[in-house]
């Protein structure tokens, strides 16, 4: 490792790389800039996916996924040819099998930039919100999210949680995580946010957000607030429309901005922005993502913010529907952006920066003035003088026995026991041992022990139940809810796990159908808590925030009394048939 000193003196290097050391001056880093090739100050601002789990070698069919969308074949050509500043990891991709492949992949990659005639190590990111939004899965830990932070109302919990995940990204070689979830979730019908945001409240959500922000940074990674300027009010899903805020400039001031200043008062490194139409805050209609004064008006000028911006996925539909990918990621610079993420078809993307410098339309000077922020930052994170990471790092950190006690402990502080009727929880062994788990069996977001069903039946048993699985599915059959009538006879009590319960549902209608066997049943929400106002016939209801095991065994102990249900809503819950009445309001959960 003697030649990590990258471009810096060795005594700079070392500044650079100890933990809250000072880092590099910025003469230094200023310097490496002077150094570069217009191709490499171009490379540096885009941060882009690329299949397979080594930098090297990977399998031939991510060989094949590369050619066809990238137009290379590892992650080796990939930075050779575009000189990237940066890689972001996914589970699709096959870049996260597990932490030590994890870890490799994370050497090469940094071996291949150094190689590079400017020697500048890659900020290698990842979405680990934790929750429903996790690409690192076990042996790692995974951690309740935002929402479920929400309820529990510990910023001690969310600062702790921070700290552990920083930790094991940073043992993996992940120095930037696209977390934690800035946004104030308003709206019940927000397909894409909802329990990634900690909740409906602008104060409590900025004290969770400060918290975990403190968390994760003091691991040593880059936290990043996400989706400025705001994407809690929204029906659209921006990776397929393009969203409308219809915030006032004082609503927006009073419900979104909260949390992005106390990220920013917490010293958050890196923020990442929405690809959101807000007229209050630019009438021309462009996503923040493209809006100058959205990203140096508000952003920079207004809350004085001088960190990274990075954007969101360039290859969502929200900001593609109205420029094309070659003008996308020039109109981002111009309007404030440092670092630019994933476009769709990277060569489009940077030819078409590299044209717009060309012809005047994007100074050189412009350009440095983001690498600056992205140098800076690689230095602030100790890369210019430690980029490799060790493996005895990986199984001294990673999923360590300490970890997931605590996520354990974490988790149970969260679950939400809203219904109760004729205090039927907590379930005895005496009385209620024989279980049927019915549910919904949602794709593990994070490579858990799963499917959630079994998770359910397997925590019961443990805890010395009989427990039954049927899965029945999002959309059960009515053959399938027969078959779960059936089931019910005999049994003591009937678990089920629903996932986003919509008026006059299939869902709903096999909650309906199992309650009228006369068998006691309790609904247990897997992700949303505005399930409860589906299920007038469930005789017991608590909500978890999320389908990992670390949660669904959490609410199986308080289900089982080996827990108290210490969780309160963070979000109100309207009425079924009449949403402008609130059903249970912010702050609402029962105890035993």
Do not use: C
């Not at 529990?152 to 094991?168: C, F, N, T, V």
């Not at 104030?184 to 019908?189: E, L, Q």
């Not at 975990?212 to 300027?229: D, L, M, R």
């Not at 890369?383 to 493996?391: C, D, G, I, R, S």
């Amino acid at each position: 490792m003697g030649t990590t000193a990258v471009g810096l003196s060795a005594t700079t290097a070392r500044a650079a790389g100890a933990a809250g050391a000072t880092p590099a001056s910025e003469q230094a880093l200023r310097k490496i800039i002077s150094g570069m090739s217009l191709e490499e100050k171009v490379g540096q601002l885009f941060v882009m996916r690329v299949y397979g789990h080594s930098a090297t070698a990977p399998d031939q069919a991510d060989i094949d996924a590369n050619l066809e969308e990238i137009g290379v074949r590892t992650a080796a050509e990939l930075i050779d040819t575009y000189k990237l500043g940066g890689i972001i990891y996914f589970a699709w991709a096959h870049n996260v099998r597990d932490p030590h492949q994890i870890a490799d992949l994370s050497n090469g990659i940094q071996k291949v930039g150094l190689q590079q005639p400017s020697r500048i190590p890659l900020l290698i990111s990842t979405d680990q919100e934790h929750g429903i939004v996790a690409r690192v899965g076990k042996p790692a830990t995974l951690l309740p999210g935002a929402m479920a932070f929400g309820a529990s109302g510990s910023r001690e919990d969310a600062r702790r949680a921070g700290q552990i995940a920083g930790a094991e990204l940073r043992a993996i070689g992940i120095r930037q995580d696209y977390a934690p979830d800035a946004d104030v979730n308003v709206n019940p019908a927000n397909p894409v946010i909802g329990v990634r945001s900690f909740g409906a409240d602008p104060k409590a959500v900025a004290g969770l957000v400060a918290a975990q922000v403190k968390g994760y940074q003091s691991s040593h990674i880059a936290s990043t607030a996400k989706h400025f300027p705001g994407h809690g009010d929204t029906a659209t899903d921006s990776h397929t429309g393009i969203p409308y805020i219809s915030h006032t400039r004082e609503q927006w001031e009073q419900l979104d901005a909260p949390p992005f200043k106390a990220a920013i008062a917490a010293g958050i490194d890196s923020i990442m922005t929405a690809h959101i139409v807000v007229p209050a805050l630019d009438p021309s209609e462009d996503p923040a993502t493209l809006s100058r004064p959205i990203l140096t008006g508000i952003l920079r000028e207004q809350l004085g913010y001088d960190g990274v911006v990075v954007t969101d996925s360039l290859g969502m539909q929200g900001v593609r529907d109205k420029y094309g990918d070659d003008r996308v990621p020039v109109l981002a610079l111009k309007a404030g952006v440092d670092q630019l993420l994933n476009p769709p078809t990277l060569s489009v993307a940077w030819n078409g920066v590299l044209d717009a410098v060309r012809s005047g339309e994007l100074t050189e000077a412009r350009l440095d003035e983001s690498i600056l922020r992205v140098l800076r930052l690689k230095s602030k994170l100790g890369l210019f003088k430690e980029p490799y990471v060790p493996q005895s790092g990986v199984d001294r950190t990673v999923g360590t026995p300490a970890h997931l006690a605590t996520a354990d402990r974490i988790a149970e502080r969260t679950t939400t026991l809203l219904v109760n009727k004729k205090g039927l929880l907590p379930l005895s062994r005496r009385t209620h041992k024989n279980v049927l788990v019915l549910g919904a069996n949602p794709a593990s977001p994070s490579l858990s022990d799963g499917p959630p069903t079994t998770a359910i039946g397997s925590a019961f048993t443990e805890l010395g139940f009989t427990a039954t699985v049927l899965a029945t599915g999002t959309t059960p059959t009515q053959a399938t809810i027969a078959q779960a009538v059936a089931a019910a006879k005999g049994k003591d009590a009937v678990v089920i796990g629903t996932y986003n319960v919509a008026a006059g549902s299939a869902q709903q209608s096999l909650v309906n159908a199992v309650a009228e066997t006369g068998v006691p049943v309790v609904t247990l929400s897997m992700r949303n808590p505005y399930d409860v106002a589906q299920l007038a016939a469930a005789d017991a209801h608590v909500a978890a925030y999320s389908w990992i095991d670390v949660e669904l065994r959490a609410a199986v102990r308080v289900l089982a009394g080996k827990a108290d249900p210490r969780g309160k809503l963070p979000v109100p819950v309207q009425k079924a048939d009449d949403p402008a009445q609130v059903l249970y309001p912010i702050g609402y959960g029962l105890s035993y």
